[in-house]
């Protein structure tokens, strides 16, 4: 079946004890067994290990990606550490995106590095420096693209082939634009990372993560890691996701489409200098995008021709866009990613990476394109 039937059915049937349609919210955290030898024939003991509600997510999010399996966590974050957690060990080496999230940087720079675990941040736009970032202890690569906030991008299949040829595992960041416009499982990468914080859920009203594997063996170590870590997505949050990402395809190319007029319509701005989205054929990896994606998704950014203060006056100023974290929602937001999302990188690997700290960035919603619009027009 096609993606907007999927991002419906997949995974889940009306309930057969009542007929419901939507899956009941199993708030239980104990399942009753029919005997000692008849442990787990009904699928479920305990929330931790497995819970009916999650697993209907887990079950749609795999059908979505086009994966073996997929395991679901309280964040994004968490599911980040699951992969670190799940394939690399003391003394050996992760290599990662240069340009991620910033949560993604401290987990690994702060929590893991405490545990022995090295890391490299890699510019994997170019595979030639991936390639020679690789020691005898790597096993791991991490590629976020498009890359939060800079929107770079990186080629997965390249990747994914330099990472079959050398034994790592390759998850990708998918966050950004969903699987309705990117499969890294079709282009060759392990694990699709998401934080169905974002597009998933899509309405500013959950925090998750998942992963979705291309293997059920790789499917099975991140379970183990799931369970005994204690690192779940809870009933409630994956029914809300459950719904929300019944409309993926019908938000994203809205949101996509008012992104695309927005980029424009900045781009004209005198007193904006620089516009940055995929969509754009000024955006240096145009073609990367258009190959490897089916959309540009509805991320931006913008530097203002009066930098740092400006770009602060805008976010300060501007109405109906909210000034907060958070992306891939209905509402649009504003967000100042020095401060914001990435203030924990510190000020030198910002500079090095390219984040600067006049970016402003857009993640465009669901309202109507001309209100957007005119708010960013009467704050410029
Ligand atoms: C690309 C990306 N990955 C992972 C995360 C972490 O997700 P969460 O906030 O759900 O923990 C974020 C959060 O902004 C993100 O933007």
Redesign the pocket.
């Known amino acids: 079946m096609r993606f907007s039937t999927r991002q419906i059915h997949a995974g889940s049937e009306p309930d057969p004890a009542t007929g419901a349609v939507l899956p009941p919210i199993h708030q239980s955290t104990t399942f009753a067994q029919p005997s000692v030898d008849g442990y787990l024939s009904k699928g479920y003991s305990y929330s931790r290990s497995g819970n009916p509600t999650v697993r209907a997510l887990e079950k749609r999010l795999a059908g979505l990606e086009g994966g073996a399996d997929c395991t679901c966590y309280s ?3 968490a599911a ?1 550490s699951a992969v670190l957690h799940a394939f690399l060990n003391a003394g050996e080496h992760a290599l990662v995106s240069q340009v991620a ?1 910033g ?2 940087y401290r987990v690994c720079t702060q929590i893991f590095a405490r545990f022995g675990a090295r890391f490299t941040f890699v510019d994997t736009s170019n595979p030639d420096a991936v390639r020679a970032a690789i020691t005898p202890d790597t096993r791991l690569l991490l590629t ?1 693209t498009p890359a ?1 906030p800079t929107l770079v991008l990186s080629d997965i299949a390249a990747l994914s082939e330099i990472a079959r040829s050398n034994g790592l595992v390759h998850v990708v ?1 998918n ?2 634009l969903s699987p309705y416009c990117q499969l890294p499982l079709a282009l060759g990468a392990d694990i699709s990372l998401h ?1 169905t ?2 597009y998933i859920d899509g309405h500013n009203a959950t ?3 998942a992963l979705i594997a291309a293997s059920a063996e790789l499917d099975e170590q991140l379970r183990f890691v799931q369970n005994a870590t204690g690192s779940i997505m809870s009933p409630m949050v994956a029914w809300l996701t459950l719904q929300g990402v019944k409309t993926l395809s019908v938000r994203m190319d809205r949101q996509s489409a008012t992104a695309m007029a927005i980029a424009r319509y900045l781009g004209g701005h005198p007193a904006v200098g620089e516009v940055c989205y995929p969509g754009l054929e000024s955006f240096a990896q145009h073609d990367l995008a258009k190959r490897q994606a089916s959309g540009f998704g509805a991320m931006l950014w913008c530097e203002l021709k009066g930098g740092l203060e400006a770009g602060k006056n805008l976010m300060d100023r501007v109405r109906l866009w909210t000034l907060a974290e958070n ?1 891939g929602a209905v509402e649009s937001l504003i967000t100042h990613p020095a401060t914001m ?1 990435h203030a924990d990188v510190e000020p030198e690997e910002r500079r090095r990476v390219g984040l600067r700290d006049g970016m402003v960035r857009l993640s465009v919603g669901l309202e109507d394109p001309e209100d957007l619009i005119e708010a960013l027009d009467a704050a410029l």
């Open positions: 964040t994004g974050m980040v999230y949560g993604t976020e939060n960041d966050t950004f934080s914080t974002k925090v998750g993560g992306l999302t």
